[in-house]
């Protein structure tokens, strides 16, 4: 049988540790290591060429590995809602590939305006207007980023005048909604008449 001693082949990393566990013969003798370690395994978390220089029964042994990891990536931003009044809040999370190790969010016009969560359940919103929100993801593979945007609403203001209307018994009245809203109801006193 063919015995090789050395490394193994270059290699890419994309796991949930973003680590890689490399590791020699006990049959080495002398280990050296491009990092420093004399041992016959190291943990490598970040990417480069790691060469080993070591003393086999058949004389010395000098090998690389070029490490590689696998860059993160976001699939999607997912927003508990796109479209809020403003005093309301919002919950956040990514879908992503390839484990990131650190998340920031960027998030103008929110409280918090700043988040290193994966997913953050509290972002509020005081202002009306468009806001983008921007997740950035790293790990030892490089970085990714994507931006979504939640539309945050006025909230709406009635604008009616104190009116009295005198009408006849069983007339019909049509009162125009004079305020900027998606939907109206309707009351008299406390009972809804007309809902949307």
Known sequence: TDYHPGLPADTLVCNETNSLRISVPRILQSVQWSTGATTHDIIVEQPGTYWISGESPCGMLTDTIQVRFCAPQIEDIILSDRRICAGECISLQAVTGNHPQ?????????????????????????????????????????TAARTADIVVLPVPVPRFPDTSLTVSYKADVQLPACADAETADWYIGDSLICAS
């Open 102 to 142: 650190t998340y920031e969010w960027l998030l103008p016009g929110a409280t918090p305006e700043t988040s290193a969560e994966a997913a953050p359940a509290r972002i509020c919103y005081d202002q009306a207007g468009t806001f983008p929100i921007t997740l950035t993801v790293t790990n030892a593979g490089g």
